[in-house]
């Protein structure tokens, strides 16, 4: 395991996010019913949605595991910002599965973001973002109040690319 740039590794599981940081809360309704909660999952802990809305993503496990490597690449050429981050915690249980990672020396930010696929008792399945952050590196400092604007952004394209995900897999079960 690396060394985490925040002391307060595990604060997405349940909350309450710390003081001191930028807080994110995004959530969808990206489905409904045990198999599109079942596919988003699936599309959450083995890094497919995020590769699938743009993301470059190497780690060190098929799917999210704690103590698992990942290292997150968006952007093009020279604008390209690399994200090392450690997965904190996961959870595969019969009505929420996600997980999260935490940020590592070298990430531009500092603190942690997960990602969660709840199934509630109508059926419904939504997919949670929830984060806490602050500038890590000279350049995330400088964007100052673009990086919670491009972070709630992101947040909503991770949404739409799983429910796009779910449906596409949908049309492909019936």
Known sequence: MSTLTYPEAGATRLGPLPDGYHHLHHRDRIGHGRADFEAAGAAVTEFRMHRAAGARVRASAPRAEPGASVRVALGVGPFRFIAPCQVIWTEYGPQRIGFAYGTLPRHPECGEESFVVDL????????????????????????????????????????STLHRIVSEGRDQRN
């Open 120 to 159: 509630a008792d109508d059926g419904t399945v939504s997919f949670t973002v929830m984060a806490f952050s602050r500038p890590a590196r000279w350049y995330a400092r400088l964007a100052g109040p673009f990086v919670p604007v491009a972070q709630r952004w992101y947040a909503r394209r991770l949404g």
